[in-house]
């Protein structure tokens, strides 16, 4: 089955201690990114990457790195996390940015 | 800044009616453009691509004025399974950066 999996679905953690969120997709798309997800924010773009080690930085890249040294991975990394960066987090993958974007089911973080 | 901009809603409305939306961009250069659905606490799905001579799926039409800079949703027949939060994006091809609206809430009573 198409899919994209995000881990941990639900994550409760403290101020300072370093997490990573794990998203792989099994359609070899070339195009990945990270978003997080704010009530009367919407969607806003972490980091995406085009291709294998070619990552740029979206809206809202601080506090967060990610790596893309395989096409079907792509974790999101939270080297010291504060209670601002609680949210909902979706990792998602398409064959381009112009293309459609398949979802992961969404990683939701509480930072406390 | 590049924007995208919704009205939060929720709109309101009775099943069978018809109801309409827009979203509006600031990035004249924008080339691509989607509505997606997300229902509460769940992934967003596309729901259909926007093309510059309006695209038409069943019940929904999506149409771009790209004069104006706003794409807009027309749902027909609304049912109580149309209730649900819908995003439109916008992309520049120059850069592949997505920009997502906040999202416009429907809700359809019986």
């Known amino acids: 089955e198409a899919q994209v999996t995000q881990n941990p679905r639900y994550l409760i953690t403290v101020t300072g201690k370093k997490l990573t969120v794990t998203c792989s997709q099994n359609m070899n798309h070339e195009y990945m990114s990270w978003y997080r997800q704010d009530p009367g924010l919407g969607l806003r773009q972490i980091y995406y990457s085009m291709n294998v080690e070619v990552t740029d930085k979206g809206d809202v890249p601080e506090g967060y790195k990610v790596s893309r040294k395989e096409k079907r991975n792509f974790p999101l990394i939270l080297e010291s996390p504060s209670p601002n960066q609680t949210s909902l987090y979706f990792c998602a993958s398409s064959f381009s940015g112009a293309n459609e974007q398949f979802f992961g089911p969404g990683t939701r973080l509480t930072v406390l | 800044r590049k924007e995208v901009e919704q009205d939060p809603g929720p709109f309101n409305v009775p099943e069978g009616a018809t109801v309409a939306f827009n979203c509006t961009y600031s990035?004249?250069?924008?080339?691509?453009f989607f509505w997606y659905r997300q229902d509460c606490r769940k992934e967003p799905k596309l729901l259909m691509s926007?093309?510059?001579?309006?695209n038409e799926d069943g019940r929904f039409t999506a149409q771009l004025n790209r004069a104006s800079q706003y794409i807009s949703l027309l749902i027909r027949d609304s049912k109580l399974s149309d209730s649900a939060t819908y995003l439109c994006?916008?992309?520049?091809?120059?850069?592949?950066?997505?920009?997502w609206g906040a999202g416009t809430k429907l809700i359809i009573k019986p």
């Open positions: 926007v093309y510059s001579s309006g």
């Open positions: 990035n004249s250069a924008s080339q691509s």
């Open positions: 994006v916008v992309n520049e091809d120059s850069n592949y950066q997505l920009i």
